[in-house]
């Protein structure tokens, strides 16, 4: 199975790691054309598309970049449309709320974000918006809030996490937040968040966030960082999101593209026994049954994106050195295992399985004895 890592010592992900069959995330937009989404320079009621309603207080709108009202620069990951929302003083906020079924037991949420304040100089006011799993309260929920450090100098904002902790007490804003990487953010400055979120143990677990012009990323685990419950847990799980813009004073600007809500595995495991060089055995468990699922092999762990084929988009827990998919197989019943003989150039590397399903899903990462 891995004989051709001994003398391959270079591989191109993008052609290599293309596995047959069709995979889509739970819910995803960026908020185009294609997404049954009309937008327009000055903006377009988000209400009553692709889903989206208004739950209260004034629209979120769906805008091209070209000439938009608010002089949002260009999202160089983005398409040509975006949705915004401005906070037009306390209780005017601008709200957009999408009913979707949560991937459970864990969940990956991801989407762009971009930040601006029009209002007076020194008279900014938090919060500038937020994210957040709906019902809140009432479910296993959290927001994910953005605000200024500093509201006398609104040139820079953070993004924390406005959870629980583990009795259930709500967090005070600016919420818990995962690093430094994750403050003094550039205003009209597009960055992908993203979050992991164990319903299980009702915690958030992981935060990314990527500076879309750089592409820069930065990785933080997060502990005791709960969901609406604590570690009692207890909340079912959510049915929806929403979008937000607000403050006490008109001025904050809130904008978001390309969302997406994708599986982030339910218990599904890589083991590999036996001795290298020499004969191994790659054992899974927890995948989906009567799917198609790849070997996946680098000599390094890391944080590669899958950039093509039917998983595209998907994050695994490898680097790229030796990246390369080893072969496709079955996952049976949801568990099994498969052996060869391998050679000294496998030894210590790494190994993932990829079951290409709807959505894709990833397994542990396994090391070669």
Known sequence: MFQRLAFRSAICATSVLTLVGAAFAQYDTGF?????????????ALTGQDGFFLPSGIDYWAMTYAGNAFGFSQNPQGGSQFAVGQGMASPDFSRAQRVITWPAPRAIMEY?????????????????????LQPYPGSASALHLFTFANVLDPTSWQAGYLGYDANGVAMVAPGAIPGPEWENLSMNHWYRLETKVDFTTNQITEASITDLTTNITATASLTGVYLEGGAGGGRPVPTAFRIFSGGSL??????????????????????ITGQCPGNITVNWSGAQPSKTQGIVFASNTGSFRLNSGACAGTQLGLGTRNLQL???????????????????GACGGFVQLVTVASPCETSSVGQIP
């Open 250 to 271: 008109e001025g904050n600007v809130l904008a978001f593209d390309n969302m997406e809500f994708r599986s982030g595995g339910g218990g599904y495991t890589c083991d």
């Open 32 to 44: 185009e054309t294609s997404d049954g989404i009309s937008a327009s320079p000055g903006g377009t």
């Open 112 to 132: 762009d974000v971009a930040c601006q304040y029009i209002g007076l100089p020194g008279l900014a006011s938090n919060n500038i918006g937020s994210f957040s």
């Open 326 to 344: 080893v072969r496709t197989l079955g996952t049976g019943n949801g568990s099994g295992s498969i052996g060869r003989a391998i050679n000294s």
